[in-house]
Each structure stands twice: as structure tokens, then as C-alpha cells.
């Protein structure tokens, strides 16, 4: 069935570039996304690639994904103490319906 | 334009009580969805409403979960009656489109004593 797989934890000094890495099983998904999760909020859609893109910037943003390898990554540049939160791969699965398929999350732990 | 809202934005109750949370999605959004995360896990698909109609319920848990959305507008999700595995945070989402971006709301955080 449909996976989305990510590491659980990561942890960046202030200023540094923070790399989360997600791995997805549904080829056929048209997009992949990201979200942020802050301490207590909801889920805010951080950014988001379309599938035949192989790279997208926004600011300090940085998605990369390999198609191939059904692989997806998010940098952080200059990562800030702000940035502290729990990442989300996602991807819309077509499974007889539409639904998100999510990541367990990977918990960005920025050091000052 | 409003984001899709819930409410309450927490709830905790005993076993075996009921608990009813509410989803307003974005207006002009057909499709609506809910979502949970239980004990720090996935972020888990429960239901998809298209409309008044439900679409995909394959992921609600058991027949303690009722999902409705009268109108086609906002939506319901009832617990009854709660038990402890049901804690976890509930989301909800809408899209305009099936195949759009689905956009969350905040959640609700849902404590079963």
C-alpha cells in the first residue's frame, strides 16, 4: 500500500542548513508536499513540488525531488531557533479516493 | 479568506462519554476531509466527504466513529462512546477540487480520561 516514510528527529545548530529526507511509494501522485507543525498549532503547508519538477525554491527553502528514487527532501537555509517543529512529508494518494498520505514527522530541534 | 476552521480546539472527557467535533472548511469547498494522529504516529485518513456524500470512509476506525455533513457545508465527527485509544489530535481539511492541495485546520485535541 501507499507509504510515506521520514526520519523521526533531527537536531541543527542556529545558521545552519537542515535537511529533511522523505521517501514515497505512490508514483502516480501529482504533487508532494510539505507541512510544519509548531508546538500546539496546526498544520501550516509549508511548500509543495509538482511531480515533474525536480527542484523548487522559496526563500530559504530548498525541495528537491528524485522521481526515480521516490525520494524528497526539504533544506532549510540558515535554519532559526523559529524553525523548530515537526515536519511532514505528505503525498495525495488516488486509492479509489483522494486522501493525504503523511509521514510520521520529523521533529526539527534547533539549537541556539 | 477564512481558513478551514474546528472547534473546539480541545476536549477532554471520560470513557465512555460523547464528544462531537466540528469542521468548517473553506467556503466553496466540495470536498472535505478528516484526519487523526494518535500517541505521536502518522497522520492518519479517517473520511472524505464530497459534498453532503461520503466518498471514502475506509479509514474510520469503528461504527463509535459518525461522520455527517447535513448540507454539504460544515461537518460533524461524533465519538460515542469514547474510549481511550481515541485520543489524539483530529484535523480537518478541504479542497476545491479532488485532486487539489487539501488545506488543514488547526485541529482538535481530543483527551479521553
Known amino acids: 500500500g501507499e507509504d510515506v516514510e521520514q526520519s523521526l528527529f533531527l537536531s541543527v545548530r542556529e545558521g545552519d542548513s537542515s535537511v529533511i529526507n522523505c521517501t514515497y511509494t505512490?508514483?502516480?501522485?501529482?504533487?508532494l508536499y510539505w507541512y510544519k507543525q509548531e508546538p500546539g498549532a496546526g498544520l501550516q503547508l509549508l511548500t509543495y513540488?509538482?511531480?515533474?519538477?525536480d527542484m523548487k525554491q522559496d526563500q530559504r527553502l530548498t525541495v528537491l525531488l528524485n522521481k526515480k528514487d521516490k525520494h524528497l527532501s526539504l533544506r532549510i537555509a540558515d535554519t532559526q531557533t523559529g524553525d523548530s517543529a515537526i515536519y511532514f512529508c505528505a503525498e495525495i494518494a488516488n486509492t479509489g479516493g483522494f486522501k493525504t498520505i503523511f509521514g510520521a514527522g520529523t521533529r526539527l530541534f534547533v539549537k541556539a | 479568506e477564512a481558513g478551514v476552521t474546528q472547534f473546539p480546539s480541545h476536549s477532554v472527557i471520560e470513557k465512555g462519554q460523547t464528544v462531537t467535533l466540528r469542521c468548517d472548511p473553506i467556503s466553496g469547498h466540495d470536498n472535505l476531509y478528516w484526519y487523526r494522529r494518535v500517541m505521536g504516529k502518522e497522520i492518519k485518513f479517517l473520511l472524505h466527504?464530497?459534498?453532503?456524500?461520503?466518498?471514502?470512509e475506509s479509514g474510520m476506525p469503528n461504527n463509535r466513529f459518525l461522520a455527517e455533513r447535513t448540507g454539504g457545508t460544515y461537518s460533524t465527527l461524533k465519538v460515542q462512546p469514547a474510549e481511550l485509544e481515541d485520543s489524539g489530535v483530529y484535523f480537518c481539511?478541504?479542497?476545491?477540487?479532488?485532486?487539489?492541495?487539501?488545506?488543514f485546520g488547526p485541529g482538535t485535541r481530543l483527551t479521553v480520561l
Open positions: 513540488i509538482f511531480s515533474n519538477m
Open positions: 481539511a478541504s479542497s476545491q477540487v479532488i485532486t487539489d492541495t487539501q488545506y
Open positions: 466527504f464530497v459534498k453532503e456524500s461520503k466518498q471514502d
Open positions: 505512490d508514483s502516480s501522485s501529482t504533487y
